[in-house]
């Protein structure tokens, strides 16, 4: 069974970066036609200021435009492919997504690509200007709110929090043991036994925090690298012991939601296997099989 359950964690894990890779792709694919359409609205701008431009370079703008509307209708279908593969393991990511590009519609993104791309077909380059200026506005929001999408996927593995949980209980301990033996030395030894372990707990707490977003972790870290204020060893060892409690719970808490999580997961892909996940783990198992 322990094999087994690697290979599914290791493929989880491995579906979560694939998903974040995704969205990274799709905010970068979206960003960059924002720009190509921030070119078009200039070169509309110069074409509108050349009464006797040749009807090649009002042919070549319109095509431009043409292009720009199948580049922008090729990122809504992915988006929205994208959206509907990442309903069942990561729902709430699937619904950021779906209301990025409901946003874009809701402006008119279609609508102000499709007129600019008309007035260029009819030789008005001066009316293109500002729909393809609004165009390219809406889509440099619609690559931001694709980016705040790829925010809402879990940062941290299971595996990775339950690591991260060992190790702060590790320090918690081997606190209570220098604690106990600094109040047998010096009092300035004794801190700075404490003191090197307090830095050491904080460097594992902030990044953990901010990868969370826990506010409460987040304080909790601020605290233990900030000054205890205790003046012996026995104040400044109480009052990390109850830092490191609180951060253990803290963290205890997320590694029980991130198991509940992949267990509803497990559970839905037993009970109605998807054909996709199907060839995940075949091809999971066909790779693994090539490894050396």
């Known amino acids: 069974g322990g094999f087994l359950e690697a290979a599914v964690r290791d493929l989880d894990e491995a579906i979560r970066r694939a998903a974040a890779e995704r969205l990274?792709?799709?905010?970068?694919?979206?960003?960059?036609?924002?720009?190509?359409?921030?070119e078009a609205a200039s070169a509309s701008r110069d074409l509108a200021g050349q009464p006797s431009a040749p009807p090649s370079a009002h042919e070549a703008a319109e095509q431009r435009q043409r292009q720009l509307n199948q580049a922008a209708a090729d990122l809504r279908s992915a988006v929205d492919r994208t959206a509907g593969e990442l309903e069942e393991t990561y729902p709430e990511t699937s619904e950021a997504l779906s209301k990025a590009m409901a946003q874009a519609a809701r402006q008119g993104l279609d609508r102000a690509m499709s007129r600019a791309a008309n007035a260029l077909l009819y030789r008005r380059p001066e009316?293109?200007?500002?729909?393809?200026?609004?165009?390219?506005?809406?889509?440099?929001?619609?690559?931001?709110?694709?980016?705040?999408?790829?925010?809402t996927l879990p940062a941290l593995s299971r595996e990775e929090l339950a690591e991260a949980l060992e190790a702060l209980q590790q320090q918690s301990q081997q606190q209570s043991r220098q604690t106990a033996q600094a109040m047998q030395q010096p009092e300035a030894e004794g801190q700075a036994r404490l003191e090197a372990i307090r830095e050491r707990a904080a460097g594992t707490l902030r990044p953990l925090a901010a990868a969370l977003k826990d506010p409460v972790?987040?304080?909790?870290?601020?605290?233990?690298?900030?000054?205890?204020?205790?003046?012996?060893?026995?104040?400044?060892?109480?009052e990390m012991q109850g830092l490191f409690r609180a951060a253990i719970r803290?963290?205890?808490?997320?590694?029980?939601?991130?198991?509940?999580?992949?267990?509803?997961?497990?559970?839905?892909?037993?009970?109605?296997p998807p054909e996709k996940y199907r060839r995940e783990v075949e091809a999971y198992f066909r790779d693994l099989g090539r490894e050396p």
């Open 217 to 238: 972790l987040q304080e909790i870290a601020d605290r233990m690298g900030g000054d205890l204020g205790g003046s012996t060893s026995a104040e400044v060892g109480g």
């Open 24 to 38: 990274r792709s799709l905010a970068t694919a979206a960003e960059r036609l924002s720009a190509a359409q921030r």
């Open 127 to 151: 009316r293109a200007v500002k729909p393809q200026t609004d165009a390219a506005n809406w889509l440099l929001e619609l690559a931001q709110g694709l980016e705040a999408a790829a925010t």
């Open 250 to 272: 803290v963290l205890e808490g997320h590694v029980m939601a991130a198991e509940v999580r992949r267990r509803l997961d497990l559970s839905r892909r037993i009970s109605v």
